[in-house]
């Protein structure tokens, strides 16, 4: 079983919170998972227990998310990323030869790619699954109705874990991050993430499309992508096993 661990990291404006971790396995090049919005590592879990099988494996409690308290406001795509930054570094992460692996989920794509921009020398491979901000649907709520799209093609167990972590997180919240992450021109940004890079989706994915998909991979320098048959949205939940295996393909 993952176990938890909690360590005290810097956010903006001198506040300090403690951040909450689930981790499992040991040995190999260390491989963190970073949820999605309104989400914690809980919907990380049966992915981590099966790639923990090949070493060691943490999925974090962004601030604001799970059980890692939010440091008195709410933080967007930037500061999340260097929450993650600060995370890395107080857990020694950051010290790692050859950097990490680092694996995010839907918005939390869009905040492992903001850290492998900024700091490409902590990252040996990045993984975006169903990446958010689909230009397709550049409304909140537009968003939100292709998560109601989803909700029927996942594990029910899923539907339980988000429940709770959307109540915890707060609609509000969630609401301000989701608008402002869609403000980001994230095609610009991901032209600079010069790392090699692996954008994964399900093939029944509402969220992020397979053009979106296509046009994302075509503009990383080193981009790939990957498409699960029969995958929806939350993959890293419902089909943790082949989510692994695409994983640990690129990456190991």
């Known amino acids: 079983m993952p176990s938890d661990v909690w360590t005290p990291v810097g956010l903006r404006r001198g506040t300090t919170t403690r951040m909450h971790h689930r981790e499992a396995g040991h040995g190999g090049r260390p491989l963190v998972l970073v949820h999605g919005l309104g989400m914690s590592g809980r919907s990380m879990k049966p992915a981590l227990q099966v790639l923990a099988r090949g070493g060691r494996t943490l999925a974090p409690d962004l601030p604001g998310y799970g059980r890692t308290r939010g440091g008195g406001r709410t933080l967007g795509i930037a500061g999340l990323a260097d929450a993650l930054v600060g995370w890395l570094d107080a857990t020694g992460l950051d010290d790692v030869e050859g950097g990490i692996d680092l694996v995010g989920h839907s918005l939390g794509a869009q905040v ?46 899923l539907l339980l874990v988000a429940t709770v972590d959307y109540l915890r997180a707060g609609p509000l919240t969630m609401v301000a991050v989701l608008r402002h992450a869609l403000r980001r021109p994230e095609e610009r940004a991901m032209s600079d993430v010069d790392v090699p890079t692996l954008v994964l989706r399900g093939s029944r994915d509402p969220v992020a499309g397979q053009q979106w998909c296509e046009d994302l991979a075509a503009v990383l320098p080193q981009g790939r992508l990957q498409v699960l048959p029969g995958a929806a949205h939350g993959l890293n939940f419902s089909r943790p096993e082949a989510f692994a295996a695409a994983v640990t393909d690129f990456c190991r």
Request: charge should be positive; avoid cysteine; proline fraction near 13%.
């Open 112 to 157: 492992v790619a903001d850290v492998a921009r900024r700091r490409p020398d902590l990252v040996r491979h990045l993984v975006l699954v169903g990446p958010t901000r689909d230009p397709s649907a550049p409304r909140w709520w537009q968003q939100a109705g292709r998560l109601a799209l989803d909700a029927p093609r996942e594990r029910p167990g």
